[in-house]
């Protein structure tokens, strides 16, 4: 396995890096010579994909991130890339589901489905804890001296 950057990179993948020790407008972390020469690319070569204009793709794929973030943000961060895809559709935009979801990973994008809420006999914590109040002896002398009920109905951890 390889380090950050290896042998198997593109060449644009290195241009990349050595683009991301960017300090400010003008200066790098490291001289960028220094740093062409040991990832194996040459200095003018990254000058010029520097200077470079964006292509159609990257451009196309910009457009999608905001659209996607924008239905994304309509759903109340609730649609997968299925939905997401879904709308763009109806909002007459051409993009594949995978493409969505690739621009979704990229943007860190993760659905968030609600719990349904369930209903409850009971608040948690509101009577305290119930007393058992038969010592768990279900047995009766005569009919109507020990009431007890059946909970089978209540969902468990133990199905």
């Known amino acids: 396995m390889c380090g950050v950057l290896c042998s198997e990179s593109t060449v644009t993948d290195k241009y990349e890096f050595i683009e991301s020790h960017k ?11 220094f740093m062409c020469t040991h990832l194996e690319v ?23 991130k905001v659209l996607v973030r924008k239905a994304f943000d309509e759903s109340d961060e609730t649609y997968g890339y299925r939905c997401v895809h879904a709308q763009l559709r109806r909002w007459g935009v051409l993009a594949g589901p995978e493409l969505v979801r690739s621009v979704m990973r990229e943007l860190d994008l993760v659905a968030c489905q609600p719990q349904p809420w369930r209903f409850s006999l009971t608040e948690a914590g509101a009577a305290g804890p119930i007393p058992d109040l038969v010592d768990r002896d279900f047995t009766a002398d005569a009919p109507g001296t020990k009431m007890v009920g059946d909970i089978t109905y209540v969902p468990t951890w133990e199905g």
């Open 23 to 33: 300090v400010d407008e003008k200066k790098y972390a490291y001289p960028v010579l």
């Open 42 to 64: 040459p200095t003018s070569g990254f000058y010029e994909w520097r200077s470079r204009p964006e292509s159609a793709t990257a451009e196309r794929r910009g457009k999608l």
